[in-house]
């Protein structure tokens, strides 16, 4: 029979590292309870109280051995700790591998079932608990051996067969959070196998030596670890993924929307433009104009969502070519809005004006900057213009586009780059120009600063990170 003395170097080894798991219990539990609070989902309150009991179980496990010490009562006391350890044990298995196997096939368990589970765990936790009836006075062989051993053996194989299961559903993604997960819960699968192995073999063999030192308790704690920040990956990473394929969802669905309502508008421009010759009076002439307007303005719009879809989708493509080759380019998308032809263009093209980047999206760039130059010129100056400008800095280039318009109020400036912000109720425009600007920057490694001043003009500067290209 096993004796209390030679468990007790035992115990003295791993109590720090039973307070460090525990407490490193606690804060996942937190954390994930946290995760919870904010996606509502099953499997992070699950894998919270799997943690919580983790600790608990730790705690109670202590406590069993120490009241072995104080007797007459010694017994009921080790009873009772050892029922509470069991069921804190089994729970902790259970909802941590509950939680993994919502995560994974989406699916609850039914009432019924979870009820039949929370029996189980009772009925074993019982059972084991009545074991100190049997048991010969200073040995611990049914207190303290046997239940960790039964823990550490339900705990290993449950462990090892969600690391298998994990390891086949997640045999076709590259997550590193999924990949993390399985193979620590084998490892942890395998140390608690050893466990119940040494524990049952100690039972077996009254001269069995049980070698302890702090590297099991290390290995425990970076097993557990390795758990707990698996856990948390792959639930950002699922985030993720969720969020990707809602912003996927809502670029089509945005798309496809624009492109087909664009149809009915382009028939009714038509109409329009027909009924501007049929009707003869003034007042007709005057609503029907208003109703042009009107209508072009929602053309705009369905033109900008297009365009920013559109953007989203395209791929990267770095190819080297004129500043000049893109500005005429601009011009000829420009050319005939309204007021363009009042405005001059200042820039003078040099052989040195060579780049590398992509240039449909810095196109989209220029176009939109040039656009909004002319849209808000200011029509009172005798000379408008729009001056580009081309600088080479180190590795970097800097285009800048100057305007003597209407300008941008200050307190506006920091927000022409948010998606639908118009500075002005006056705006025609759709506020997604300068948004799709700072999107397609963001695609090429670029930047773009803002100096403006309300009457004078503006001046946008494009940093393009790397774009530079020596030039024999």
């Known amino acids: 029979m096993i004796q209390q003395e030679a468990f007790q170097e035992y115990l003295q080894k791993i109590f720090y590292s039973f307070l460090g798991q525990s407490i490193w219990g606690l804060v996942l539990a937190l954390v994930l309870w946290y995760f919870y609070s904010l996606y509502k989902k099953k499997h992070l309150k699950l894998w919270a109280l799997s943690w919580l009991a983790f600790s608990l179980y730790l705690l109670l496990a202590r406590g069993t051995f120490y009241f072995t010490d104080y007797p007459p009562y010694s017994n009921i006391w080790q009873s009772l700790f050892t029922f509470s350890f069991m069921i804190a044990g089994l729970a902790h298995v259970f909802w941590l591998l509950y939680g993994t196997y919502h995560l994974i096939e989406r699916k609850i368990f039914t009432a019924k079932k979870e009820y039949l589970f929370y029996l189980a765990i009772i009925v074993i936790s019982l059972l084991t608990a009545l074991l100190f009836l049997i048991e010969v006075e200073g040995a611990i062989t049914y207190t303290i051996m046997l239940p960790f051993g039964i823990k550490s053996l339900i705990v290993g194989l449950a462990f090892t ?94 798309y496809s929307t624009s492109h087909d309502l664009r149809a009915p508008v382009a028939s009714l421009l038509g109409l329009i433009n027909i009924a501007k010759h049929d009707v003869k009076e003034e007042s007709g002439r005057n609503y029907i104009q208003m109703m042009e307007d009107r209508v072009k303005k929602l053309d705009n719009i369905f033109s900008d969502i297009l365009n920013y879809s559109r953007n989203i989708k395209t791929e990267i493509n770095p190819t080297v070519f004129r500043l000049g080759q893109i500005i005429d380019d601009v011009i000829a998308d420009v050319k005939f809005n309204q007021g363009a032809d009042s405005i001059r263009l200042d820039y003078d093209e040099e052989i040195t004006h060579i780049l590398r980047t992509d240039y449909y999206q810095l196109k989209v760039v220029l176009a939109n900057l040039v656009s909004n130059a002319v849209k808000y010129h200011d029509s009172e100056k005798p000379d408008q213009y729009i001056a580009i400008r081309f600088e080479k800095i180190d590795r970097n280039i800097q285009i800048s586009v100057k305007d003597n318009g209407k300008g941008i109020a200050r307190e506006s400036q920091r927000k022409v780059f948010d998606m639908f912000y118009r500075a002005t109720s006056e705006a025609d425009g759709s506020g997604l120009g300068l948004f799709i600007v700072k999107q397609a920057l963001a695609k090429i490694n670029a930047d773009i600063l803002l100096k403006s001043e309300p009457g004078i003009g503006s001046t946008f500067k494009v940093i393009l990170i790397g774009a530079a290209v020596r030039v024999d």
């Open 161 to 254: 067969f969600a690391g298998v299961v994990t390891m086949r559903m997640g045999s076709r993604s590259s997550a590193v959070g999924k990949n993390l997960l399985w193979i620590s819960f084998i490892l942890y699968g395998f140390q608690n196998l050893h466990y119940s192995l040494a524990c049952f073999r100690m039972m077996a063999d009254p001269q069995s030596v049980l070698n302890v030192d702090y590297t099991f308790g290390v290995i425990d704690f970076l097993l557990l670890s390795l758990i707990g920040i698996g856990m948390v990956i792959w639930l950002l990473e699922d985030e993720r993924a969720t969020l990707e394929k809602t912003n996927r969802e809502l670029d089509s669905f945005l």
